[in-house]
């Protein structure tokens, strides 16, 4: 790892403290429980206008924070957050990277956690852009030691301590009940971290999420296909995470997730039927677990968007093409592509008094997509009776690999 200096350093060893045995020194709460703030990542892209609906639509006491590139940027959000009548007194702005890209806040950003006392602390993992050991992207070492120590930035500014951890952690693919179970993904956390055991990276993970179970789901759907294994099938191609948990597997409360199915009248489409065979596996795993109290999760399975399809064409001028036509020998230049995005209903928010959930239908389009919306909804309002459902269009940030969730983080509210 390649932190700034820390002022602030909390070393984490099970059994410090005035707390009695067993009880940890930090927790990662869920997403459900109160939160103090939201962070979002803004940086003049199509994807703030998705953002821009979300900050709208937030209940107004809950704090704004918007991470952002530099002092231009920050002029521009200003002024758009003023056409669209957003009280200053709303909002806050992190100016991070001056000449540099902010990373997303949620995969590279700060994770909060909640100390023994009630006050937080945030973790800084390490960060390998993805899996990228090799730096075959050819990241600039400025920008990459940037990323790397943007959550220990951001906790010296707050005045929190930080917690280390030389693991690979990325924020979308971390996923917990609240009640001490972690969701992990054999293909993204293992590929990441390639030189620990399962058993020491268990060890982590519990030392700084607080969790005493962890369960194992093997893959992603195909819409979130690793970027450097981007073939799907064909001539279909996904540059994802490779199976971040946020896409596809989601706690509404301590024992109940939502898994991602694709309906039966899906799987005419090649894509479909990848994801549901992945999700097939998980649901088995899913099945299984027992708590340490000996209790099952309740799994409810949740449609996934139809497949939306972009041509491109592969052309050496692009270095993400070049790549392409080195991996795969029968791809070259001038030759169609067809890209899917990483679209998930899972991909949401769920925030003080609201649910940002995806939504996919819109004039035009088949009515299967607006009976998708709709069964999404109410499975969302049955579990979040007192929230209210927000749906909103997406897609202009899963062309870029994500959803809503990815593009926020909350802060959880001090507990006294």
Not at 124 to 137: E, K, M, S, T
Not at 271 to 291: A, G, T
Request: proline share 6%.
């Amino acid at each position: 790892m390649r932190p700034l200096a820390a002022l602030l350093f909390v070393p984490l060893l099970f059994g410090c403290g005035v707390a009695g045995p067993g009880v940890p020194e930090y927790v990662l709460p869920a997403e459900w429980e109160p939160h103090a703030a939201v962070w979002f990542t803004y940086g003049d892209l199509s994807v703030d206008t998705v953002l821009d609906k979300v900050v709208l639509a937030m209940d107004a006491a809950t704090m704004v924070v918007c991470a952002i590139d530099n002092d231009s940027v920050a002029a521009s959000l200003s002024a758009r957050f003023d056409s669209l009548g957003i009280e200053p007194t709303r909002y806050r702005v992190e100016v991070m990277g001056d000449s540099l890209i902010v990373p997303g806040v949620r995969d590279s950003g700060p994770i909060f956690l909640r100390q023994r006392d009630g006050g937080l602390a945030v973790l800084d993992p390490d960060w390998n852009y993805y899996g990228d050991h090799g730096n075959v992207v050819g990241t600039p070492q400025r920008q990459l030691a940037f990323e790397d120590s943007f959550p220990t930035m951001i906790a010296r500014r707050m005045g929190l301590p930080v917690v280390h951890s030389n693991m690979v952690i990325e924020g979308g693919a971390v996923e917990v009940n609240g009640a001490g179970v972690l969701l992990q993904v054999e293909a993204v956390t293992m590929q990441r971290n390639p030189g620990w055991s399962r058993d020491s990276m268990e060890h982590e993970l519990k030392r700084v999420f607080g969790v005493q179970d962890i369960i194992w789901l093997k893959e992603g759907p195909a819409d979130d296909q690793w970027y450097f294994v981007p073939r799907l099938y064909g001539n279909v191609f996904n540059q994802g995470t490779g199976g971040h948990v946020d896409e596809f597997c989601r706690f509404v409360n301590d024992s109940t997730v939502l898994l991602a199915w694709p309906d039966d009248a899906d799987l005419a489409d090649s894509s479909q039927i990848i994801s549901r065979q992945r999700m097939e596996v998980n649901l088995r795993i899913l099945e299984k677990f027992r708590d340490r109290n000996g209790r099952a999760l309740k799994v409810i399975k949740v449609p996934t968007p139809d497949t939306e399809f972009r041509d491109h064409v592969a052309t050496s001028k692009r270095s993400y093409d070049r790549m392409l036509m080195e991996q795969y020998t029968g791809l070259h230049e001038g030759d169609s592509i067809r890209y899917i995005p990483a679209a998930s209903y899972l991909n949401l928010l769920i925030t003080n008094g609201r649910v940002f959930a995806p939504a996919y239908w819109r004039e035009g389009l088949p009515a299967t997509m607006k009976e998708k919306d709709e069964r999404v909804r109410a499975i969302l309002q049955a579990h979040f009776p007192d929230r209210t459902i927000v749906q909103l269009d997406p897609r202009a940030i899963n062309w870029h690999g994500g959803g809503v969730h990815c593009w926020s983080q909350q802060q959880p509210m001090l507990r006294k």
